[in-house]
């Protein structure tokens, strides 16, 4: 782990990213060593940053990345936050207060099965997301939300929860967005009010032939929908094969015709892995 541009794993105990979730971070793909999409992700990390009026210095953050890079494994998961730093009791930053920054490898999560192929089981989370535009899009360390909604789990057979706003618009799930079809249309929700726009998902609306439409989501349009798959930038694109809401389970087609984006956007994604550690 590098903390501030060197090899240590403690913080100081009043850091602004422990005491209140005052900070940003990123999950990046470590594919044959090298990271994917960074940039992308460095330009979120920036835009939270300056969004929560956090200091960052870019290209030290960079250098720091290039200085760590001998150690990536040939597969993994880098993860970098940034926090406001050390500073007193209280709400109100310090404008004194220098920025920490945190470098940790992992290792890539297993998943049982091929859910890539054979799809996954989601069901809809009780817990809600709150409307705060301030936020929307962003990737802040304050993820309380998720927590509750990942507590939530029926068992170990599903593999993601969906989350609606307050307002119960689906908005996306604990740790991916969602693209869906209908009518041979791709869509994914609007982010306007909340939830995180993922790098993923940003990736596919610029990839995809044709793009997908930014549009509102209800639970029974979602439900309604010919195909439905979720993403991530570390596990990439898994089709849904079924949505537990309540009492109800719905089924979809993961392998005929239906899903026929799902299986596009799978192929974008390798593409990008060939490409971006070429």
């Given at each position: 782990?590098?903390?501030?541009?060197?090899?240590?794993?403690?913080?100081?105990?009043?850091?602004?990213?422990?005491?209140?979730?005052?900070?940003?971070?990123?999950?990046?793909?470590?594919?044959?060593?090298?990271?994917?999409?960074?940039?992308?992700?460095?330009?979120?990390?920036?835009?939270?940053?300056?969004?929560?009026?956090?200091?960052?210095?870019?290209?030290?953050?960079?250098?720091?990345?290039?200085?760590?890079?001998?150690?990536?494994?040939?597969?993994?998961?880098?993860?970098?936050i940034v926090?406001?730093?050390?500073?007193?009791?209280?709400?109100?930053?310090?404008?004194?207060?220098?920025?920490?920054?945190?470098?940790?490898?992992?290792?890539?999560?297993?998943?049982?099965?091929?859910?890539?192929?054979?799809?996954?089981?989601?069901?809809?989370?009780?817990?809600?997301?709150?409307?705060?535009?301030?936020?929307s899009g962003?990737?802040?360390?304050?993820?309380?939300?998720?927590?509750?909604?990942?507590?939530?789990?029926?068992?170990?057979?599903?593999?993601?929860?969906?989350?609606?706003?307050?307002?119960?618009?689906?908005?996306?799930?604990?740790?991916?967005?969602?693209?869906?079809?209908?009518?041979?249309?791709?869509?994914?929700?609007?982010?306007?009010?909340?939830?995180?726009?993922?790098?993923?998902?940003?990736?596919?609306?610029?990839?995809?032939?044709?793009?997908?439409?930014?549009?509102?989501?209800?639970?029974?349009?979602?439900?309604?929908?010919?195909?439905?798959?979720?993403?991530?930038?570390?596990?990439?694109?898994?089709?849904?094969?079924?949505?537990?809401?309540?009492?109800?389970?719905?089924?979809?087609?993961?392998?005929?015709?239906?899903?026929?984006?799902?299986?596009?956007?799978?192929?974008?994604?390798?593409e990008l892995?060939?490409?971006?550690?070429?």
């Amino acid at each position: 782990m590098i903390v501030n541009g060197s090899s240590q794993d403690t913080i100081a105990i009043n850091d602004r990213g422990l005491a209140y979730g005052d900070g940003v971070f990123e999950t990046i793909l470590i594919h044959r060593h090298h990271p994917i999409l960074l940039q992308a992700h460095l330009d979120r990390l920036e835009s939270g940053s300056s969004r929560l009026k956090i200091s960052l210095d870019r290209t030290q953050l960079e250098q720091e990345i290039a200085d760590y890079s001998p150690h990536f494994p040939e597969q993994g998961v880098l993860k970098i936050i940034v926090t406001r730093g050390a500073g007193g009791r209280g709400y109100r930053p310090l404008h004194s207060s220098d920025t920490t920054r945190i470098l940790s490898l992992h290792s890539l999560p297993v998943y049982e099965g091929d859910p890539g192929n054979s799809g996954i089981a989601t069901f809809i989370c009780n817990q809600r997301l709150a409307i705060q535009p301030t936020l929307s899009g962003i990737k802040h360390l304050n993820r309380l939300e998720q927590v509750l909604a990942s507590q939530e789990w029926p068992d170990e057979s599903f593999m993601e929860g969906i989350m609606l706003d307050s307002n119960d618009n689906v908005i996306e799930g604990t740790r991916s967005n969602i693209f869906w079809s209908e009518s041979c249309r791709l869509f994914t929700p609007t982010l306007s009010n909340c939830g995180v726009a993922g790098i993923m998902r940003n990736y596919l609306l610029n990839s995809i032939a044709g793009a997908a439409e930014i549009n509102g989501c209800s639970l029974d349009r979602l439900v309604g929908a010919d195909e439905i798959f979720i993403c991530n930038s570390v596990f990439g694109i898994w089709p849904v094969r079924s949505i537990q809401a309540g009492s109800k389970t719905v089924a979809l087609d993961v392998d005929g015709s239906e899903a026929k984006f799902t299986r596009q956007a799978q192929s974008v994604f390798q593409e990008l892995l060939k490409a971006d550690a070429a």
